[in-house]
């Protein structure tokens, strides 16, 4: 393993470019929008600022604010990303990384002599992990569990390297918007390899992780589990600028996307449980998530303008066996965002700014104008100079584009 001093010359070599942005590289979830737009909104605005994430995800906007010098909080109803964007966030003194880098060690070479843990209850495993690679994931985690609670900081960057080093073995492909697996199977492919293309690949994910998290974030950040339709545990009127990109009506179930690390790390323990918490969170539809869809009746107080009818006129009227299901999610989608944009002004300081990063989507050859309704929905909760900027286009297809929704409290 290089040795701690020289990780640390690396990290203090770079601090000029922030690198402790690097940690966004520990688990992406492909941001739907990048730490650059994020930075750019950041660079407009003067002095210290209190930033506002109510969808934080992979905590991008956070640690971008942190790293820049500002405090900054977020919310999350996936307990697990609460813990990864607070692991990111966390400030790590040289005497944990140097503890971290020695359990890495023995428990890459098994030092401990300890169980392997039993696979957890993912449904098609075999699809995930050829059978070396569920086995040596399966000690490095036994290891990992083993550490004792006083070195909760190490076993947190360990869990992270862990989750690398599950998706590096795994035959999942991430590079589209949701995963799918390689056609050929590692499986074959391995059968000319060697089992040694398997082990050490915990260690080197230790070092890459231990690398970045030597440079600490400026400012503050801090993730909370909290579900932001309600926003409860935040006080009133303490944020000058809000920087996010909630879920898109796009049917994307983070739930799905993120299973394998939720099931590694025990944030899942059986399949139902992934429905239960899709149907909880804004957007996605998975499992038990999809089928309730077709009974839910929009709350008394829902929002309605010309421009959603119309779309959900639309989609239940196609000839599509499923129009009418669609059309309830694009409803419950916006009765969702709609509880949120009436609780968010409490939050914010007066004068403050707010920046959605939302992007349109199509059902069969339905448009929802996802950031025209956001517009309205800012306008009618007492918003000003709401406009709608264009950012850039979403994939080869027509007319899907991302855009930035801005508002300002009075
Ligand atoms: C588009 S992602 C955020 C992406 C993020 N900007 C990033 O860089 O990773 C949307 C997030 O909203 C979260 N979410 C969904 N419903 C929520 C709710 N009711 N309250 C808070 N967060 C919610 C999801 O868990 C997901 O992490």
Same mark, same amino acid.
């Given at each position: 393993m290089a040795s701690l001093s020289h990780t640390r010359q690396r990290a203090d070599l770079t601090?000029?470019?922030?690198?402790?942005?690097?940690?966004?590289?520990?688990?992406?979830?492909?941001?739907?929008?990048s730490v650059k737009l994020v930075k750019e909104i950041l660079a407009a605005r003067e002095g210290k600022l209190r930033v506002l994430d109510?969808?934080?995800?992979?905590?991008t906007t956070t640690l971008s604010a942190a790293s820049h010098g500002h405090s900054a909080c977020s919310c999350d109803i996936n307990p697990f990303l609460v813990w990864l964007g607070n692991t990111k966030l966390a400030s790590y003194a040289e005497e944990v990384l140097r503890k971290t880098a020695q359990l890495a060690e023995s428990i890459e070479y098994g030092k401990e002599g300890v169980l392997p843990v039993t696979p957890p209850p993912?449904?098609?495993i075999e699809r995930w992990w050829d059978p070396d690679s569920l086995k040596y994931l399966c000690r490095i985690k036994a290891g990992i569990d083993n550490?004792?609670?006083?070195?909760g900081q190490s076993r947190d960057l360990l869990l992270i390297a862990f989750c690398r080093t599950l998706i590096e073995l795994s035959?999942? *492909?991430?590079?589209?918007q949701s995963v799918s697996f390689h056609k050929k199977t590692k499986t074959t492919q391995r059968l000319?390899?060697?089992t040694t293309g398997i082990e050490g690949a915990f260690l080197e994910n230790t070092r890459q992780v231990l690398s970045s998290a030597a440079d600490n974030p400026a400012g503050m950040g801090q993730v909370m589990e909290c579900d932001a339709r309600h926003l409860s545990n935040l006080p009133d009127e303490s944020f000058d600028l809000l920087i996010t990109s909630p879920p898109y009506?796009?049917?994307?179930?983070y739930i799905r996307e993120l299973r394998p690390y939720m099931f590694w790390l025990g944030?899942?323990?059986?399949?139902r449980e992934a429905g239960e918490m899709d149907w909880q969170a804004i957007g996605g539809t998975w499992g038990i998530a999809t089928s309730r869809l077709s009974d839910w009746i929009p709350l008394e107080s829902s929002f309605f303008s010309p421009t959603l009818g119309e779309s959900l006129t639309a989609i239940a009227n196609?000839?599509?066996? *499923?129009g009418p299901l669609l059309s309830n999610y694009v409803a419950k989608y916006f009765d969702d965002m709609w509880q949120h944009f009436r609780v968010v002004s409490r939050v914010m300081k007066p004068r403050s700014e707010l920046h959605y990063v939302i992007g349109n989507s199509k059902f069969y050859q339905c448009m929802v104008h996802a950031e025209i309704i956001f517009a309205e929905m800012l306008r009618q909760t007492g918003f000003e100079d709401v406009e709608i900027k264009q950012l850039r286009k979403?994939?080869?297809?027509?007319e899907l584009y991302e855009f930035d929704v801005i508002a300002h409290r009075q």
């Open positions: 601090f000029k470019h922030n690198m402790s942005e690097a940690r966004h590289g520990w688990l992406r979830l492909t941001p739907a929008y109510p969808f934080s995800g992979t905590a993912i449904s098609f550490i004792d609670h006083i070195h035959n999942a *492909s991430f590079g589209h000319f390899w060697n009506p796009n049917r994307m179930s944030y899942l323990k059986e399949a196609t000839n599509a066996k *499923s979403r994939n080869s297809k027509k």
